[in-house]
C-alpha cells in the first residue's frame, strides 16, 4: 500500500495511544492539528484509521436579548402598557410599537378591529419567553430567538482518531519511514539527481482543497441582471428618495385618502411633511368628482394635510409618476429597481423591506398587448419561458393582470402586477397618451432563480452560503432573443 511519510508517521505515533486527539499527534509529529487532521481525512479512505467528528453547540443572548431577559420581549412590555383594549393610534406611539404589534397579532394575544387593539386573552408564556429564561431548553423557542437576533450560537468541532484493526496490522509488519521529496530543485532536474530520490506519490484521485474567489453576492448580482436586460431592451433608469409625500405615494395615484393600504399597520409614517406640489389642485379635484374627465372620481372629502404627509415610500410607483409629471410629451420608457418599505411582520416569505422594478412605457399608439409583450420578453430574458397572464384589479390602471411564469415544482407563481394607467392618473398632469406600468416583486424572482424558501437569507451575511453560490450564470448573449 502506498503511503506518504506523513501517513506512516501518524501511524506510527498513533499504534501506542490506540485513539488521540490532534493536538496531541501534532506535538508529537511536530507538526499542526491542521495537518494531522488532513492525514488522518487520508488513512480514513483506506480503512487505516478512523476519524471520528463531534460539534458542540453552545448559545448566548446578544445584548438586546439580554435586556430582554430582564425586562421582557417587546410585544410582552407592549400588551403590559395597556389595558384591555387601547386606538391603534396610540398604540403606535409606544417605542417599541414597530416590533410588539406584528408579534402580538402573530401570537394571537390581540385582534384588531376597526382601529381599536383588543386583548384575546391568550397570553400565556411562549416558547420563546420560556427559553430566553432557560437557554437550555432549546426546541421551537430558541429557534424564534435565533431567527429575531436575541440570541447566537456558536459552534466548536472536536476530532478525535483512533487506529483500526488494519491500521494496527500494517504497524506490525513495519513501515519504512525513509524521507520523501514532494518537490523538485531547478538542479535535480538538470542534473538527473531526482532519478535516484525516492518521490513523494500524489493521487490524481484527491482533490484539492476548495478556493473561494471574492464575488458579488448573488441577489446584488441578479439585481444587476435585471437591470441590463431592461437596459439592454432600450430603457432609462430613474432614481428618487425613499422618504416621499402621501400625495406622490398615494393621491397622485388616484388610490383614495381612506384606502386600507394608507393605515398605520401597512405604512411607516413619518413626523415631517413636504408640501404639495403646484398644480395639486388637479389630482384634489380628481379625487373629489373626476375633475374635467368622465371619471365620477371618489366623492367625499379630500385632506390637504394628509396628503402633505411623509411616509417611506410603499412602492416605486410614486418614482414613476413623478417622472411622468416631468415628462408628460412621449416617448418616455423608464424602470426602477429600488427598496420600498411596509409594516409587514417578518417570517420567511415576509419583510418590511424589500426591492420592487418599476416600469413604464409611454408613447403614440402603445396598447395592452404592448404590455403584455414587454413583460414576456423581460421574464423570457431572466430565464422563464412559460409566462401567462391573469386578469386583476388596482386602484391606478385599468385594464390590469397579474404576470405568472411555471416554476418546475412549483406550478405558475404570480410575480408582481402591471396595466395601463388609468386616465385619472395621467389626466392631472397634461398626459394624453396610454402609459403601460407594472411593478414585480424583485426577491421573488431571485428565491425562484436562487432556489431559496426563506426570504431573509438575501439580506444575511451568510458568507458560507455566499461561498457555495456559482459566480457565473448564462449572460444574455447565450439565452437568445426574440
Not at 400625495?247 to 413636504?274: C, G, S, V
Request: charged share 25%.
Amino acid at each position: 500500500m502506498d503511503l506518504s511519510l506523513n501517513e506512516k508517521r501518524l501511524l506510527k505515533v498513533l499504534e501506542p495511544l490506540k485513539k488521540a486527539d490532534p493536538a496531541t499527534l501534532a506535538a508529537r509529529m511536530e507538526t499542526s492539528g491542521e495537518s494531522v487532521i488532513q492525514f488522518a481525512m487520508l488513512l480514513e479512505g483506506r480503512g487505516l484509521c478512523r476519524v471520528e467528528k463531534q460539534v458542540d453547540t453552545t448559545y448566548s443572548l446578544t445584548d438586546e436579548g439580554a435586556r430582554y431577559a430582564r425586562e421582557g420581549l417587546p410585544e410582552r412590555q407592549l400588551l403590559q402598557s395597556f389595558g384591555d383594549r387601547i386606538p391603534m393610534s396610540e398604540l403606535t406611539r409606544h417605542p417599541l410599537s414597530r416590533i410588539g404589534i406584528g408579534q402580538m397579532r402573530k401570537k394571537g394575544w390581540v385582534a384588531i378591529r376597526d382601529g381599536m387593539v383588543e386583548k384575546t386573552g391568550n397570553d400565556a408564556p411562549g416558547e420563546e419567553e420560556l427559553a430566553l429564561r432557560d437557554l437550555s431548553r432549546g426546541g421551537a423557542g430558541l429557534g424564534e430567538l435565533l431567527k429575531r437576533g436575541l440570541v447566537t450560537d456558536h459552534q466548536e468541532t472536536s476530532y478525535l482518531i483512533a487506529l483500526t484493526t488494519e491500521g494496527e496490522t500494517l504497524v506490525k509488519r513495519g513501515l519504512d519511514l525513509e524521507a520523501e521529496v514532494g518537490t523538485l530543485s531547478r538542479e535535480q532536474i538538470i542534473t538527473g539527481t531526482w532519478k535516484d530520490l525516492r518521490l513523494r506519490r500524489y493521487s490524481l484521485g484527491t482533490l484539492p482543497k476548495r478556493i473561494y474567489p471574492g464575488k458579488v453576492h448573488p441577489y446584488q448580482r441578479l439585481i444587476g441582471e435585471m437591470r441590463n436586460v431592461l437596459l439592454y431592451m432600450g430603457f432609462t433608469e430613474i432614481y428618487g428618495d425613499i422618504v416621499q409625500s402621501a400625495f406622490w405615494n398615494f393621491d397622485a395615484l388616484f388610490q383614495p385618502q381612506d384606502h386600507p393600504a394608507r393605515e398605520m399597520q401597512d405604512t411607516f409614517y413619518l413626523k415631517e411633511t413636504i408640501q404639495v406640489p403646484p398644480g395639486f389642485e388637479r389630482v384634489r379635484d380628481m379625487h373629489l368628482h373626476g375633475g374635467t374627465t368622465s371619471s365620477t372620481g371618489w366623492g367625499g372629502q379630500w385632506s390637504r394635510e394628509k396628503a402633505e404627509q411623509c411616509v417611506l415610500r410603499t412602492h416605486t410607483t410614486s418614482l414613476s409618476i413623478q417622472h411622468l409629471a416631468a415628462h408628460p410629451e412621449p416617448p418616455v420608457k423608464a424602470f426602477c429597481i429600488n427598496r420600498v418599505y411596509r409594516r409587514e411582520a417578518i417570517d420567511p416569505t415576509h419583510l418590511p423591506e424589500f426591492e420592487q422594478l418599476e416600469g413604464i412605457v409611454m408613447d403614440e399608439g402603445v396598447s395592452f398587448r404592448h404590455l403584455l409583450g414587454y413583460l414576456k420578453e423581460f421574464y423570457f430574458r431572466m430565464g422563464f419561458a412559460d409566462v401567462r397572464f391573469r386578469p386583476a384589479y388596482f386602484p391606478y390602471t385599468e385594464p390590469s393582470v397579474e404576470p405568472e411564469v411555471f416554476v418546475p415544482g412549483l406550478g405558475w407563481v404570480e410575480m408582481g402586477g402591471a396595466g395601463i394607467f388609468r386616465e385619472e392618473v395621467t389626466a392631472p398632469w397634461g398626459i394624453h397618451h396610454p402609459v403601460l406600468a407594472w411593478g414585480l416583486g424583485v426577491s421573488r424572482m431571485a428565491m425562484l432563480r436562487l432556489g431559496l424558501k426563506d426570504l431573509r437569507l438575501l439580506y444575511k451575511s451568510d458568507i458560507e452560503w455566499v461561498k457555495e453560490m456559482p459566480s457565473w450564470q448564462q449572460g444574455l448573449e447565450n439565452r437568445g432573443g426574440r
